[in-house]
């Protein structure tokens, strides 16, 4: 019994996941790219250089925690699509949450991921998830233009969003 509430439970926290809903409207109209930015960078590579207050332009896949689109808040982890490898790009690997890249060191994770996040214009963070925008979800793979985060170190890259484009598979 225990076991099959605990596989219902898998199915449903996968399906939510994986759906696509509409992007909230409270999202900034300009935040979707047409367009992916040139020059983008990977995750692991602005982590060596960025510094607070400098423009940057990342590319990588949405993911890297269990939940990588926070429900309630205009944030989203990204994962360095090259220095960590998700669990279905694993053969065999049947994993529930593959973009949470289980598969990985705990290390190797936190040094490829990058949290991102949209501001509004008195700088508080939008109440109002990023899912949908774009067909966004986990895995999705994008570029993302803009600002590094006066709170970004070098083990905690953080980056405050201006626009977002979402690749289509």
């Given amino acids: 019994m225990k076991s099959t509430l605990r596989s219902l439970t898998a199915i449903v926290a996968l399906a939510l996941a994986t759906t696509t809903h509409a992007a ?47 429900p309630k808040f205009a944030m989203a982890v990204l994962a360095d699509e090259k220095a960590i490898t998700s669990c279905n790009d694993m ?27 949209v501001r509004d214009e008195k700088g508080k963070i939008l109440r109002t998830p990023l899912r949908g925008l774009g067909e966004l979800k986990e895995l999705s793979l994008v570029v993302i233009s803009g600002t590094v985060d006066p709170a970004s170190t070098k083990d905690n890259l953080i980056v405050n969003a201006t626009s977002i484009f979402v690749e289509k598979p």
């Fill in 24 to 70: 909230d409207p409270a999202l900034p109209a300009s935040l979707l790219a047409e367009k992916a930015p040139k020059d983008a960078v990977s995750v692991v590579k602005a982590r060596e250089n960025a510094k607070p207050g400098e423009a940057v332009v990342l590319r990588g896949k949405i993911g890297g925690r269990k939940i990588a689109l926070l």
């Fill in 91 to 117: 053969p065999g690997d049947s994993c529930k949450t593959p973009w949470d890249y289980c598969c990985e060191s705990p290390e190797k994770l936190s040094s490829s991921t990058a949290t991102i996040q």
